[in-house]
């Protein structure tokens, strides 16, 4: 079994995915403070891990590559998805700040409605290339 750079890369950042979600899991459980850079760099390295396991490469051929037509097919509609589930947790994001804390967060709810006029925007925005 030959190992393909696709195979290295999830092996890697799978590994430092596990690291870094183990190390605030237990930062956590020992009652310290996990913070902005716990957070990030797990959820970083859980997105490139991810990646590394979806995409391949033409060369290689272990999978569908970016740059070729399913992988732009992918990407357009995985796009689109990703921004329903996103707003949609904002919306759930500002109605637990409501009911569990009984306060309303003006940066949130800005950046929810900023989701909201996004897509037809950049709908509106590509369309006009093509009038």
Known sequence: MKMTTRKWGAALFGAGTAIAAGF??????TGQSVGFSELT???????????AITWGS??????????????RHI???SAKISYFILTGLLLAA???EKWAFGRENMALIVVTCFSMIVLPLTEWI??????
């Open 41 to 51: 760099s797990t959820a970083i390295l859980l997105g490139s891990f991810l990646s």
């Open 126 to 131: 590509v369309s006009r290339q093509y009038r």
């Open 75 to 77: 990407t357009m509609k």
């Open 24 to 29: 605030t899991v237990y930062k956590w459980l």
């Open 58 to 71: 033409r060369e290689e051929g272990d999978g569908p590559a970016q740059d070729e037509e399913l992988g």
């Open 94 to 96: 500002l109605v637990v």
